[in-house]
Every structure is written in structure tokens, then in C-alpha cells.
């Protein structure tokens, strides 16, 4: 292989494979000496990426974590695999990872190879995925098409079916994608009606980009808050609820997910708890109590729910009806 960057490419993609390649086997399978090799290696470093070496013989190289995330090099499978498995997953709203999952499906469609893009779309049209909730499920590309546009950021046109089941085209600003943990909303300035609005993607069909660019307004509030208000006409209510936190004789203490830990009283967001005892969570939510609640049991602590009633009814009818369900 005499094309240097097309040789260095090849040795990125195969030291990104997690093991330890001797000198000799690189040397023989990009067919080059192993004194190329070393300088390959040499080039790579100057590059930025951390290549470890190891003296003796069994020794050989391997790439380390950094302190930055290098480009990576994928061959045809690979990135056929990991484009299918973003689609899987993009359609449904997973707390924590929906909007980075986006954004990487979007990067990586961008620069797929026709001929992959047809592959990933036959294995995604031959593939069923167990719906959610109520079934609303979005479709990936309506996804990649509007993340791209709130990034460019451009104006974007596309066709919205209403609650009530009437049709529209519409042009808006788009300005974020918001998950709720079940659904995908796009709050966007409306251009035609000259206000704020929020879209439930599963409505939304024929996205397209104008490749009109347009400067971000500002929105009145954060954008969670709005479509937490639209779900709910505007009301929301305090939560406040007390988990039983424990430590093990391990030292291994129960744990918080994040969307909890953020919210602890007293405490820095994003921080743990590391000891046992009491741990009062208040919050503003505008989720249906029903909802809520079972997020709060999901968590997997025990907790007690202060206020406001309806969330306490909430919990009461849940356990209940979970108590019934196990026959005790």
C-alpha cells in the first residue's frame, strides 16, 4: 500500500479495533515493512491519537482513551450497524441519550455513502420495533431532517396533522427538539401565525429545509418548560417527594437517576448521594400525576410523596393496584 493517507486510514481503522496488534502482523497486512510502520505510528501520534506501545515479544500496539474523542474510521459494516441501531432507537424517546442520538444519526447520515444509505434503509423497511405507549412513533428521517435544520439553524416546511385531525402546511423557525420520555416535540416560531408553537413529531410529515437561514429569536422560557406547559394548557405544580437512600455494607449506595439527582435540595446539580439517610426532592412538573408517579417508582428507591394531593392520590391508587396485581 504506497498511498500514505490512504495506508494511515487503514491502520487508524484497525488499531480502533479494541486489542493489541503486533508490529509484524500490521506491517503484513497493509504490506508495507515494520520500519513504516513505526513511522506510521509516529505520524498518527502527531495527529493527536494516543497510540500505546508495549516492548517485548508479545508486545506490540494498541489505541488508548485521550483526552479528546478522535474521528473515527468505520469500514462498510460497521457503519451500516450503527446507522441501523441510531434508527431503531431515534423513533423512541430515551431519557438521557435522545437528543445526542439524534444529533449522531444525523452526522452519520450525512456522509453515508449512497450505496449504504440504501442498505440501512432496506434492513430498516425489514425490521418491526414494538411500539411504546400509545404507539406514536416518529420516523428517523423526519428526525435527522429536523435536528438538522435547528442546527443549521434553517427554515423548515412541512405538513402537520392537528389533534383534531385537520391537515396544514406550515413554515416555521425551528428552535429544539424536546423529549418527554414517551414522545418527540419541535418547538418552532410559527412564521404564518407569528407565535411560538410545539409540534408532536409523529404529526409531522414531508420535512423539508428551505435553505432560508434565519437568526435564532429568543424564547420566553426553556424549551422543556414550554411543552411542559402546552401538555398541561400552562398549569404546572410543585412536586415534592422523600426518597430512602441506603448504603450498603459494600459502600455501594442506592442511586438517584439523573433527572432526580439534579433536583435534590441543597445539593449542586449533577451530583450524587453518597450517604444514607433522607434525600427531599421539589420540583415544578406539568406531567399528568399518573405519569409522574410511576417514573418516581421506577427509580427503584423507596420514596414518599408530600404534596401536591393529586400526586399523592397518584401513588395511592398505583400501589393499589400493584398490590392487587401480585396477589398479596
Do not use: C, N
Amino acid at each position: 500500500m504506497t498511498d500514505t493517507p490512504a495506508r494511515l486510514l487503514s491502520l487508524l481503522s484497525l488499531l480502533q479495533t479494541p486489542r493489541e496488534w503486533p508490529g509484524s502482523e500490521l506491517a503484513e497486512r497493509l504490506r508495507v515493512s515494520a520500519r513504516t510502520i513505526r513511522r506510521d505510528i509516529d505520524r498518527l501520534r502527531e495527529l493527536g491519537y494516543p497510540v500505546e506501545a508495549t516492548l517485548g515479544a508479545e508486545g506490540g500496539y494498541r489505541l488508548v482513551a485521550g483526552a479528546a474523542m478522535p474521528p473515527l474510521v468505520l469500514d462498510d459494516e460497521e457503519a451500516v450497524a450503527i446507522a441501523v441501531g441510531l434508527r431503531a432507537g431515534a423513533g423512541h424517546a430515551i431519557e438521557g441519550v435522545e437528543e445526542a442520538s439524534v444529533r449522531a444519526l444525523a452526522k452519520l447520515e450525512q456522509v453515508l455513502p449512497g450505496r449504504l444509505r440504501r442498505r440501512v434503509g432496506a434492513l430498516q423497511s425489514a425490521t418491526v420495533a414494538v411500539a411504546r405507549g400509545d404507539g406514536a412513533r416518529v420516523d428517523p428521517r423526519t428526525l435527522t431532517a429536523i435536528a438538522s435544520a435547528v442546527a443549521g439553524p434553517e427554515r423548515l416546511r412541512f405538513a402537520y396533522l392537528a389533534r383534531d385531525g385537520a391537515a396544514s402546511r406550515r413554515l416555521v423557525e425551528p428552535y429544539r427538539l424536546v423529549s418527554t420520555g414517551s414522545r418527540w416535540y419541535l418547538v418552532a416560531y410559527d412564521m404564518e401565525r407569528g407565535d411560538w408553537r410545539t409540534f408532536r413529531l409523529d404529526r409531522v410529515s414531508e420535512p423539508s429545509a428551505t435553505g432560508v437561514r434565519f437568526v435564532k429569536r429568543e424564547l420566553p422560557m426553556d424549551a422543556v418548560e414550554f411543552v411542559r406547559r402546552g401538555l398541561r394548557g400552562g398549569e404546572t405544580y410543585l412536586v415534592d417527594v422523600t426518597f430512602t437512600v441506603t448504603v450498603t455494607g459494600d459502600g455501594r449506595a442506592d442511586a438517584l437517576p439523573g433527572w432526580l439527582r439534579e433536583r435534590v435540595v441543597g445539593a449542586e446539580p449533577g451530583s450524587g448521594v453518597a450517604e444514607s439517610g433522607e434525600v427531599r426532592v421539589r420540583f415544578e412538573s406539568a406531567d399528568s400525576p399518573e405519569w409522574l408517579v410511576a417514573r418516581l417508582a421506577l427509580a427503584g428507591v423507596p420514596f414518599s410523596v408530600h404534596g401536591p394531593e393529586a400526586l399523592v392520590e397518584a401513588a395511592r391508587v398505583l400501589g393499589a393496584r400493584l398490590t392487587e396485581a401480585s396477589g398479596a
